[in-house]
């Protein structure tokens, strides 16, 4: 039972290439959230679902788009990537605004 | 959008002290959520708050929801190096997040 998986932990981008995150849930939650983590900043929201097909903006979405064509897989799409989106990238699930369960964070440096 | 602002951002005590953070907001919300983040990993949950007033015990860790819902605290009776890391604060309408406390607690 892995709960919620991200992948890649870790990577490093140049300016202008794309990336997808994924985040794999086996918890059957209908929330799933993507969060990224800057130091002093804490956790803010960049995109959310509240279930398969649906998709909503967060605090900080511009740059990012996301795909929830599955109830278990939220995935986080970088277009175009910039320095500024240096940023530890968390994923969570949720039981309709119970309990987040967090992934191990994916850590992405763009250069 | 609900606000939180969470204080100090910064706390670096001595094993065996108290400590009180908190987390503020001009807004009323329906439920409070105070996560534990240790380095590497994801935060974790500790608690939810409701009700105004609201006192949650954790062993040494003591949550008070304000009798507003506009606030809550956390206080840690004799802090232990394992109490070291970062304490978020949610809102759990929108689980939109506060900057945190990170917490230090030395040997």
């Known amino acids: 039972n892995a709960g919620v998986t991200q992948t890649p932990k870790f990577r490093v981008l140049k300016t202008g290439q794309s990336m997808t995150l994924l985040c794999a849930q086996d918890?059957?939650?209908?929330?799933m959230y993507w969060y990224r983590q800057d130091p002093g900043m804490g956790l803010r929201l960049i995109h959310y679902s509240v279930g398969e097909g649906t998709t909503a903006k967060g605090e900080v979405p511009d740059g990012y788009n996301v795909s929830r064509l599955k109830k278990q897989n939220f995935l986080l799409g970088l277009e175009s990537a910039a320095p500024s989106q240096t940023s530890v990238y968390f994923c969570?699930?949720?039981?309709?605004?119970?309990?987040?369960?967090f992934g191990q964070g994916t850590r992405l440096t763009v250069v | 959008t609900q606000l939180l602002e969470q204080s100090p951002q910064f706390l670096s005590i001595q094993e065996g002290e108290n400590l009180t953070v908190y987390c503020n907001s001009s807004?009323?919300?329906?439920?409070l959520q105070w996560y534990r983040q240790e380095p590497g990993e994801g935060p974790v949950l500790l608690v939810t708050?409701?009700?105004?007033?609201e006192v949650k015990k954790l062993k040494r860790l003591t949550f008070q929801f304000g009798d507003a819902r506009k606030d809550s605290s956390l206080h840690i009776t004799a802090a232990q190096p394992g109490d070291t890391g970062l304490y978020l604060c949610a809102g759990l309408n929108d689980m939109r997040f506060g900057a945190g406390t990170r917490l230090t607690v030395k040997p």
């Open positions: 969570a699930v949720d039981r309709k605004n119970t309990e987040a369960f």
């Open positions: 918890m059957n939650h209908e929330y």
């Open positions: 708050v409701v009700t105004g007033g």
């Open positions: 807004s009323v919300f329906s439920s």
